[in-house]
């Protein structure tokens, strides 16, 4: 059974820092795509940002310059530094992922973790 589980989140003040990381555990072969995601109360779920299995990434706008996406493909994780952080950051962040299952196939399965608060206070 294979998951995907978000930890780092917590209450921080306008202009700190926290890191969020998207552990995958279980049996698999490969991890392709991340991304993490974002959804405030009362809002849509939105794209913070991705990187693909080759280390290239993507931002949302509100977020370049601040937020940096890596991942250490020996631990399975992927990480989400977010520096200068401002209360409109405030929301539960989940990561996404394409995980193939086994080397004898090239299916790829999407899964999502259970998301990790992250609260802003000006």
């Known amino acids: 059974q294979v998951q995907l589980q978000e930890s780092g989140g917590g209450l921080v003040q306008a202009g700190g820092s926290l890191r969020l990381s998207c552990a995958a555990s279980?049996?698999?072969?490969?991890?392709?795509?991340v991304g993490w995601y974002r959804q405030a109360p009362g809002k849509r779920r939105d794209l913070v940002a991705t990187?693909?299995?080759?280390?290239?990434?993507n931002y949302a706008d509100s977020v370049k310059g601040r937020f940096t996406i890596s991942r250490d493909n020996v631990k399975n994780t992927v990480y989400l530094q977010m520096n200068s952080l401002k209360p409109e950051d405030t929301a539960v962040y989940s990561c996404?992922?394409?995980?193939?299952?086994?080397?004898?196939?090239?299916?790829?399965?999407?899964?999502w973790g259970q998301g990790t608060q992250v609260t802003v206070s000006s």
């Open positions: 990187i693909t299995g080759g280390g290239s990434t």
């Open positions: 279980g049996s698999f072969a490969s991890i392709s795509a």
């Open positions: 996404n992922a394409d995980i193939r299952i086994t080397y004898y196939s090239t299916t790829y399965y999407n899964y």
